[in-house]
């Protein structure tokens, strides 16, 4: 090509070509130093999914569960509701959850419309003592007591210290109504008639807005025992003087001749 002809828009192309390669280089020089120098960025836990109950902050008891044998003994009352379905639960705690000394737990479950059937004994026991983290849960024969025939489970705890629970369901159509709980203590199991006696002290204090509920506890007070003092058999030696500490103070039968 002739000089006269050669024009610099001819060099244009190459130079920009060449300039635009440059800090493409530049630029992935650029992250990759990002990449390597860089601090790892903190992990994040997921958040834990919201709880489907919520815990009433000033509780009002409806319910009183009365043991003079364990005054001294932390004690416990929450409410919680559903948030979707509206149920409500009450919750009566005796002593520590995590010591050896006698536990008991009692729950009063009302539905609303967040459950079609109440659960399985097993399951349902399963489930609400998750915090003790159940384990060799076996159901057992149906146990007396005055709000009738309860469902009993027996499992042991594998957190905290090493204990064994007896768990125990009844559930009611009308009114809609569930009683579970479970009484634990370390080593050996209680004994049943025991907790059918801690039962026998629970009472309702308020029904609120539901008259079947105060209907219900009425007709069982009309058939408590008082721990078998009404009992014919045994009611000169009542059973359980000291509930609390699970034993039966049953006096030694008299000998022939003392």
């Known amino acids: 090509m002739l000089p ?22 530049a630029a992935l020089l650029a992250i990759m130093a990002t990449m390597i120098f860089q601090e790892p960025a903190a992990s994040v836990a997921p958040s834990p999914p919201p709880s489907a109950w919520i815990e009433i902050a000033r509780p009002f008891p409806a319910f009183v569960l009365s043991i003079p044998e364990a005054t001294d003994a932390p004690t416990h009352y929450a409410i919680r509701r559903h948030v979707v379905g509206g149920g409500r639960k009450d919750i009566v705690s005796l002593g520590d959850a995590d010591g050896v ?20 004994p097993v399951e349902d ?48 159509a009308d009114p809609r109504l569930q009683l579970s709980g479970w009484f634990c203590q370390g080593g050996d199991l209680i004994e049943r008639a025991t907790l059918a006696c801690a039962l026998d002290r629970l009472t309702l204090l308020a029904a609120g807005s539901d008259p079947k509920v105060g209907a219900l506890f009425a007709r069982a007070e009309l058939k408590r025992s008082f721990c078998g003092e009404r009992d014919p058999i045994i009611a000169a030696t009542p059973k359980y003087k ?8 049953r006096p030694e039968p008299r000998r022939a001749g003392r």
Not at 130 to 156: C, M, W, Y
């Open 4 to 25: 006269a002809l050669y024009s610099w828009r001819d060099e244009l192309a190459p130079i920009v070509v060449r300039l635009l390669a440059m800090a493409g280089g």
């Open 125 to 172: 026991i399963a489930e609400s003592a998750n915090a003790l983290q159940p384990t060799d849960l076996h159901r057992q024969e149906a146990l007396d007591s005055k709000f009738g025939p309860l469902a009993i489970v027996i499992f042991k705890t594998a957190i905290g210290a090493a204990r064994s629970c007896l768990a125990f369901v009844r559930t009611y």
């Open 101 to 120: 000394a006698p536990y008991l737990e009692v729950q009063i479950y009302r539905p609303g419309s967040e459950i079609a059937d109440f659960a399985d």
């Open 242 to 249: 000291l509930l609390w500490q699970a034993l039966a103070a």
